[in-house]
């Protein structure tokens, strides 16, 4: 298929063949069409938003980073699929810099998943997110860090044994286990 069946696809008025077009745009590696697919994580189908965001992992553009970031924080916990291409298209576009400077990020759902990101590319700077004030962020950043694992940060979630963070069984087991390695 070439880049303007491809580019004529994306705007057509059902949302199976935006979605298809969108996933072919990622396969194809077709660069030229990155902004369109930007464009597209505004869609009103979420499953044109999904290919979207999996095709600007592929093609590896930064620029989707502050999309994609929306994306998570508008979809929340709402829409699992939706926020799983999200991450897949984050660990695609953003540097491991990027992804770990979201740790400031306003949304604690752009936050959760800059960590998933940070897990599927085994970074141990998924340890600065274990500041953060809200426990699902916690809990997301000790289960990355606990199971890839990354050994080299245990010692940092072995140190919230003496903190007043911790809560609940998943996070304490964790932390006791990273201690106990």
């Given at each position: 298929?070439?880049?303007?069946?491809?580019?004529?696809?994306?705007?057509?008025?059902?949302?199976?063949?935006?979605?298809r077009?969108?996933?072919?745009a990622?396969?194809?590696?077709m660069t030229?069409?990155?902004?369109?697919?930007?464009?597209?994580?505004?869609?009103?189908?979420?499953?044109?938003?999904?290919?979207?965001a999996?095709?600007?992992?592929?093609?590896?553009?930064?620029?989707?980073t502050?999309?994609?970031?929306?994306?998570?924080?508008?979809?929340?916990?709402?829409?699992?699929?939706?926020?799983?291409?999200?991450?897949?298209?984050?660990?695609?576009?953003a540097?491991?810099?990027?992804?770990?400077?979201?740790?400031?990020?306003?949304?604690?759902?752009?936050?959760?998943?800059?960590?998933?990101?940070?897990?599927?590319?085994?970074?141990?700077?998924?340890?600065?997110?274990?500041?953060?004030?809200?426990?699902?962020?916690?809990?997301?950043?000790?289960?990355?860090?606990?199971?890839?694992p990354?050994?080299?940060?245990y010692?940092?979630?072995?140190?919230?044994?003496?903190?007043?963070?911790?809560?609940?069984?998943?996070?304490?087991?964790?932390?006791?286990?990273?201690?106990?390695?």
């Open positions: 298929m070439d880049l303007s069946t491809v580019e004529k696809c994306l705007a057509d008025v059902e949302f199976e063949v935006r979605a077009a969108a996933d072919l990622g396969e194809l590696k030229q069409l990155a902004a369109r697919l930007v464009e597209l994580l505004r869609d009103a189908s979420a499953r044109v938003r999904l290919f979207a999996i095709s600007l992992g592929k093609l590896q553009y930064a620029a989707a502050d999309p994609l970031l929306s994306l998570l924080a508008e979809t929340a916990e709402n829409d699992p699929a939706l926020r799983h291409g999200a991450v897949l298209g984050l660990a695609g576009c540097s491991l810099e990027v992804l770990a400077g979201q740790s400031a990020h306003p949304s604690p759902d752009a936050r959760i998943g800059a960590i998933v990101a940070l897990r599927r590319l085994k970074s141990s700077l998924v340890t600065q997110f274990l500041k953060d004030s809200d426990p699902r962020v916690l809990l997301e950043a000790v289960r990355a860090i606990y199971d890839i990354l050994y080299e940060s010692p940092a979630v072995a140190a919230l044994l003496e903190s007043e963070k911790l809560e609940g069984n998943a996070l304490l087991r964790r932390a006791l286990g990273a201690a106990l390695r």
